[in-house]
């Protein structure tokens, strides 16, 4: 059996890590100021009804509000180390079942001095099944710590 092809504007997701190999085939499509991520729901990702779990959306959204924050910070010219979820709420909507593509549309809304916050929302075969927003701690880098990246 041949795994499903993702929507045309989706490539293999470029940034790898053991909290997001369960979800592979893990895709997204990268803007200035957004990055989405997508997946074929599989068996794993659902409860004993076939359904998506909410602890996933909950994860996947959280995801890609970070990635998004992080990419607008870097199109306003911003330096971040990173960012670290501070609060985070979501909100079923809908239900995603197996086989379905789950993506995320996120919102960077605004960034201050320390914290940045963005919107989600998360639709599975294009149907809205959840909302989410969240808060984030900008880790600023020292000196030393830029130094070492450039």
């Known amino acids: ?37 997508g997946l ?36 306003d010219g911003r330096e971040a180390g990173g960012l670290v979820t501070v609060s985070l709420a979501t909100a079923s909507v809908g239900s995603a079942a197996v086989a379905a593509w789950l993506a995320t549309d996120t919102c960077f809304t605004k960034a201050g001095g320390s914290l940045a916050f963005a919107g989600c929302l998360l639709q599975a075969d294009g149907d809205i099944v959840a909302r989410a927003s969240a808060s984030f ?11 070492t990246l450039t």
């Open 1 to 37: 059996m041949t795994a499903p092809v993702p929507p045309e504007d989706y490539a293999p997701h470029y940034r790898k890590s053991g909290f997001t190999d369960p979800w592979e085939p893990l895709y997204s499509r990268v803007t200035d100021r957004q990055v989405s991520t």
């Open 40 to 75: 074929y729901q599989g068996a794993p990702h659902c409860n004993s009804r076939g359904l998506v779990r909410g602890g996933l959306i909950a994860s996947i959204a959280d995801y890609a509000m970070g990635l998004s924050c992080g990419q607008s910070l870097t199109a």
């Open 137 to 147: 701690k900008i880790i600023k880098l020292d000196k030393t710590q830029r130094d």
